[in-house]
Nanobody, 117 residues
Framework: QVQLVESGGGLVQPGGSLRLSCVYS????????VGWYRQAPGKQRELVAR???????DYADFVKGRFTISRDDAKNTAYLQMNSLKPEDTAVYYC???????????WGQGTQVTVSS
């Protein structure tokens, strides 16, 4: 069992920035994957970005060049730096910790991001 707690969401104007944090209760190892997902009203949950224990990263096309995923192993924390935010980025953002790429993983409770003027 892995507990995850997200924070950092809020209301931001278009073009603004936010940094989300996800604290997880277990250290990451090479095969582990921490990912950020989002779910907008009426839509399915979708992958935003993920990072492996080995440091490899992967981004959805719609955030490439705007969002950056990173982690701090000393703090068991993953971050999602979101720049140039757009109204269509409005969603609940969830953190997921997977033991490996076959694992559905554990989920946090989510944090709301609203991009609006």
């Amino acid at each position: 069992q892995v507990q995850l707690v997200e924070s950092g969401g809020g209301l931001v104007q278009p073009g603004g920035s936010l940094r989300l944090s996800c604290v997880y209760s277990r250290s990451m190892f090479n095969n582990n994957i921490v990912g950020w997902y989002r779910q907008a009203p009426g839509k399915q949950r979708e992958l935003v970005a993920r990072i492996t224990g080995g440091g490899d990263t992967d981004y959805a096309d719609f955030v490439k060049g705007r969002f950056t995923i990173s982690r701090d192993d000393a703090k068991n924390t993953a971050y999602l730096q979101m720049n140039s935010l757009k109204p269509e980025d409005t969603a609940v953002y969830y953190c997921n910790y997977a033991v490996n790429r076959f694992d559905s993983g554990f989920w946090g409770q989510g944090t709301q991001v609203t991009v609006s003027s």
